[in-house]
């Protein structure tokens, strides 16, 4: 049976083990995929130390991973698109991508200009990165502050939104103000001084995207007048706060999946650097990122 990396509950790194799944056969509508890569985010880690229980509750057995990049091993009947052999990224809003086979019911075709590495990197981050941005509003000529703009999603988000016309001030560490800067945005630092900062490089605030689920959000809400036009990927206090918590939109995220794609294959998008580690190590990578051992995307290697 095929290789998996299996929640075994709530808890630190540890809780990872490696083990094996049933792939099982693809419905009419999906195709069954052979993983080379499968990307970790931040939400991942968020879910396995239970902070997300009550917006995400999963069971012990639970493979983690929303992205995956491989090659289709079978399609089901309805699929029109792909074909058994095609390369494809593929985005799995209900889990299971540290693994070395998945079933996947949302896909878009790996371009041959674009790298394995760089296609498993893309579907969860560029989905959400679309999905925010659009569920924002934000327009040209407007700002918009983006906590952790240099993160998988900060780094895609903020490309997004300065094509667009948006101002983006981006909330980072004082280290990764160079990476800010080059992604066309106005760097601040996160802090005390937080606010000040912000309205200092900018003067206002019309809207904020809380990409790092960590700090500041309190802060923000502050700067943009109010909750109605602020959104977090993953804050654990986000309804205490009174702020959205946004996930996938099942309609949405196939036209999400191809226009990042799209973008990154014609070289107007660029990814945060990654590391690749063994599938076998995931619970060692996690255990690297919450140290902050890691400043990269962390892909895991079938």
Do not use: C, N
């Not at 995929?33 to 229980?53: E, K, Q």
């Not at 659009?134 to 240099?150: D, F, I, M």
């Not at 960590?214 to 986000?238: F, M, N, Q, W, Y």
């Amino acid at each position: 049976m095929p290789r998996a990396v299996l929640l075994t509950g709530y808890g630190p790194p540890e809780v990872l083990k490696l083990g094996e799944v049933e792939a099982g056969d693809p419905g009419p509508a999906q195709i069954r995929v052979a993983v080379r890569f499968a990307g970790v985010g931040p939400t991942d880690l968020a879910i396995r130390a239970g902070y997300l229980r009550d917006a995400f509750p999963v069971a012990a057995g639970a493979v983690l991973g929303f992205e995956a990049a491989g090659v289709v091993d079978a399609a089901g009947a309805a699929v029109r698109d792909v074909r058994a052999g095609d390369g494809v990224a593929v985005y799995l809003p209900g889990l299971g991508g540290y693994a070395e086979m998945v079933l996947a019911d949302y896909w878009v075709a790996k371009p041959e200009p674009v790298g394995w590495a760089d296609a498993a990197a893309l579907p969860a981050s560029g989905e959400a990165a679309v999905r925010v941005l659009g569920q924002l509003g934000v327009t040209s000529g407007e700002t918009l502050l983006l906590l952790g703009a240099t993160g998988s999603v900060g780094t895609i988000a903020t490309q997004l939104a300065v094509a667009r016309g948006v101002r983006v001030v981006a909330a980072v560490r004082a280290a990764d103000f160079p990476a800010a800067e080059r992604l066309g945005a106005i760097p601040v630092e996160y802090g005390e001084s937080l606010a000040d900062s912000v309205r200092s490089a900018a003067g206002r605030v019309d809207a904020v995207m809380d990409a790092a689920g960590k700090d500041g959000l309190e802060t923000a809400i502050a700067l943009a007048g109010g909750t109605r036009r602020v959104i977090t990927l993953s804050d654990p206090h986000a309804a205490k706060l009174g702020v959205t918590l946004s996930g996938p939109v099942a309609e949405g995220i196939p036209q999400a999946l191809r226009e990042a794609m799209t973008e990154l294959a014609a070289g107007r998008l660029s990814l945060r650097p990654h590391t690749t580690v063994p599938l076998a190590q995931a619970a060692e990578a996690h255990a690297r990122l919450e140290q902050g051992a890691l400043r990269s995307k962390v892909l895991l290697a079938t």
